[in-house]
Structure formats: C-alpha cells, structure tokens
C-alpha cells in the first residue's frame, strides 16, 4: 500500500468566529437519484441557523436516464440550489463539473464533496463558523457511515473561489479517465498550504446509488492519464470550462 496523499499534512481545529460566513455546496451528481433525495433530507436536518449561511450548486454530469432535474423538480429546498447540466455525458467528468460549479458559485468560501459524502451539523456549522485562512486549502477528516473511522477523502476540499482559480481548476484534459484526482492535489501543493480539518465528513460509498456504477474503475485506458500528463508543456495550465452545459431553472413545490 502506497503512502497515505494526507501523511504530511497538519490536522487542525479552526476557532469560531462571533459570525457566521457563507458557503457554498458543490457537488456533481451522476445518476444518484435516490441519494440526492437523502441529501436533501440531510440538509433540512440541519439546525435552521446554520442552513441560513448555506446554499448549493449541484452539476450534473450528463445523465441519461436519472437526470437530477427530474428530482429536484417540485422538490423543497433546504436553502437555495442552483442546477447545472453538462450537455455531453462523457465518463468520469465530474473535473469539468466542479469547475463549472466554482465558475458560478458566489465569492467566498466553497465545499466542495462527491454525491455519496455527507456534511454532518457538526461540520456544516464548523465551516460556516470557523475563522479559516484563505490562503489553505483545507481537506477533511472522514468517517463510514457506519461510524468506523477513514482516512480523509482525497477529494473533498473547503477553499475560496479565488483560491480554487488560483490553483488553476481541474484539468478537463484528464477528463474520460479515471484516477485522476492526485494532480489537483498537487496543483494545491503547488500554490497554497494544505491542512486537514478534524471536522468530518461521512462517507456512504456504494450506498443504493450515491457512486457511480454506470463506468467501471481502474481500466486499461485510465493509464492514459501518466501519458497526457507526462506530454504537458512547460507552459501547461489546466484547460477548464471546456464542455458545454447550462442553468437548469429549479421550481420549489408550494
């Protein structure tokens, strides 16, 4: 087993502030019908305080047949959401909708997470309320839903907007591929401090459909990515926003 991508990083407790901030949700979705309805329920969960310093913006990444439109559709909403689409389906391009997600989310603070990662009270009022630098990228301790402890999630980050641009986005280039997180992270490494926060995130992989099972992991062509990476120029910046996509309008159910 390889060295943990967090070994080095410090954990840290964040002060609270006497105000709250806002932040922002971003999260693709993918087919994750019936988990986008729990994450709906798990954010009327949270206290009403917090859920006022809160709003999302979900990206779907082109999907078929469970388009999140026709989920959130009529659906009330715990705070304001907006829906984005991708007009292409193309395999693992959850790079360009979180691009897309920072690219229309307000100025401030982002969380962003995958479908099937949970922000509990705790945290969501830990980072509406905490004092954090803009000048770290903070990733996340974890644990199972099960209550068993994980390692933090190598994709799941709090940041400013400007911070995330700073740090170039995700390379849209990898997109099509699978594994291809670590050089986001290394981009981060590159430009801004990296800690891990003590406060958790809870982890429901390969619970009813919050992962993707559509496209199997670990292919033969997902070695591709060494290759684009290695051809990178001494020039290089990420290409970003380079999928088409738009603003699906959300109708709160009266």
Known sequence: MGRLWCADLPTVTVPRAAASKHVTLVIPYYENSVFLLQQLDGWFGI?????????AVIVDDGSPENPAARVLSGQLLPFPIRLFRIDVDIRWNWLAARNIGFHVAGPGWVLVTDMDHVVPERTARAVTEGVHDPDVVYAFSRVEHTGAPANPHSASFLM????????????????????????YRRQ???????????????????????????????????????????????????????????????????
């Open 47 to 55: 206290a009403a305080d917090v859920r006022a310093s809160l709003s």
């Open 160 to 183: 400013t907007r400007a911070m995330f641009w700073k740090v170039g986005g995700y390379d849209e280039a990898l997109s099509g591929h699978y594994g291809t997180d670590g050089t």
């Open 188 to 254: 981060c490494a590159a430009v801004a401090s990296m800690q891990v926060l003590t406060d958790p995130l809870v982890r429901y992989e390969f619970v009813q459909d919050s992962s993707t099972t559509r496209y199997l992991r670990k292919q033969p062509e997902d070695a591709a990515v060494k290759h684009i990476i290695a051809a990178r120029a001494k020039t290089w910046s990420p290409r970003v926003l380079s999928f088409p996509y738009h603003e699906v309008p959300l109708t709160e159910m009266a």
